[in-house]
């Protein structure tokens, strides 16, 4: 009888493991897998309170509550906002950027948290409920949550979703929207972005949702790995989780061997380091070379016929560094007067004012004041050039606030 058992008990195991084998040898193979391990402990921790820094009373304030204005105008009763529009002729984009969108929405809650009036940020829950639509999850197929978006999931819009549930925990609206748990979602949209990332270093920029779901290794956008690594900061600073910052310790030390581009998104992740944690040597001589790499590019990007866009985040790389060398006992003061003369350029563009001589009539005005339009030969006002000089005179008023600027 014994016997019999032990038979019975081996065959029982062989069937198990013949099974075992065989369902994993028909799985898809992962192409993008973590490189590190999921935290085995929940990072739900709801007490956490965001640390702001509050702004004085300014003409720069002023202009930040000015675009402010400008989208909640320009917004739809489902929360859509204005992608970009002409404002000369009032032709609207109808092939918007989902990823730039909800950026946007984001904005709308820095607005809020600089100016204390709720109305941005009832216009940022409506923004950002509408574009939480995009997301999806299928653990069937890939890790976490993404933004699916034009055939896909692009990892910015993972990271930059993130930014937005950070935006609107500091303006003290928490993280419940209907029926939204926004850190949980923002948990989910981090675990994505971990996944995406490739062993020998850096990420995969998108990934494709669909039936065995897998990376594209093709695609690729400059923005998205400073985006992604700011978005892991920000999700430190939200759980109190060690493990978001030691993946954004990983993904730092990888892009710092990389070559020095005018990256504004590292130079605030930068920022959130020295907040949260410190910079290393390597990380302080870097982001000089970040700097540096910006101010380069200044007789160009001043020029009448360039961007306004690209301009906007040049303040807000230079705005983020010096804040993180302000905290790192890093000089800083000579990025002061450089931060200046974009804004002066960038502003020069936030309607009313007009350095392009357009004729403007009083319900142009009336509908596109606070937008910021681009260049001279495209008088058109696009979203992130509104969110980046949002963002980027935030960071610098910050950064005033810092030295005791008054």
Request: glycine share 8%.
């Amino acid at each position: 009888m014994p016997k019999k058992i032990v038979l019975i008990v081996v065959s029982v195991l062989a069937l198990a493991g013949t099974t075992f084998f065989w369902t994993q040898g028909s799985r898809p193979s992962e192409i993008a897998t973590p490189v590190s391990s999921l935290p085995s402990t929940p990072t739900f921790t709801p007490a956490l309170v965001p640390e702001t820094i509050a702004v004085e009373d300014s003409p720069l304030r002023d202009s930040i509550i000015a675009a402010g204005d400008y989208l909640v105008r320009q917004q739809l009763v489902n929360g859509q906002l204005s992608y970009q529009v002409d404002f000369l002729t009032g032709e609207r984009s109808y092939t918007p950027s989902e990823i730039r969108l909800i950026s946007g929405a984001g904005s709308l809650f820095t607005v809020c948290r600089i100016s204390g009036d709720s109305k941005y940020c009832e216009a940022g829950d409506r923004a950002l409920g509408h574009y939480l639509e995009n997301l999806i999850s299928d653990p069937q197929n890939f890790t976490g949550t993404c933004l699916y978006t034009n055939g896909g999931c692009p990892l910015g819009g993972a990271a930059l979703t993130v930014d937005a549930v950070y935006k609107r925990w500091q303006a003290g609206r928490g993280f419940i929207l209907g029926e939204h748990n926004l850190q949980a979602t923002a948990i989910d949209l981090g675990y994505f972005i971990v996944s995406m990332r490739k062993p020998q270093g850096g990420f995969y920029h998108s990934f494709d949702p669909h039936f065995n779901g897998m990376v594209d290794a093709d695609y690729f956008a400059a923005n998205f790995p400073g985006e992604s690594l700011s978005a892991l900061l920000e999700l430190h600073e939200m759980t109190g989780n060690e493990f978001w910052l030691e993946q954004a310790r990983e993904v730092n030390d990888f892009m710092v061997t990389q070559p020095v581009t005018e990256d504004h998104w590292h130079g605030y992740a930068f920022a959130l380091f020295a907040r949260l944690d410190k910079l290393s040597k390597s990380d302080g001589e870097y982001a000089v070379n970040i700097a540096e790499t910006i101010i380069e590019g200044e007789v160009r990007s001043l020029n009448k016929a360039n961007s306004s866009v690209s301009t906007a985040t040049k303040i807000k790389g230079l705005a983020a560094l010096a804040q993180a060398f302000f905290l790192s006992d890093a000089e800083h003061a000579w990025l002061d007067r450089e931060i200046i003369t974009f804004i002066t350029f960038v502003r020069a563009r936030q309607l009313p004012n007009n350095d392009c001589a357009f004729e403007l009539s009083d319900e142009i005005i009336l509908k596109y004041a606070g937008g910021i339009f681009s260049i001279c030969e495209d008088p058109s006002i696009r979203i992130d050039g509104v969110q980046h000089w949002i963002d980027g005179v935030t960071m610098y008023l910050e950064y005033q606030s810092m030295i005791g600027v008054k």
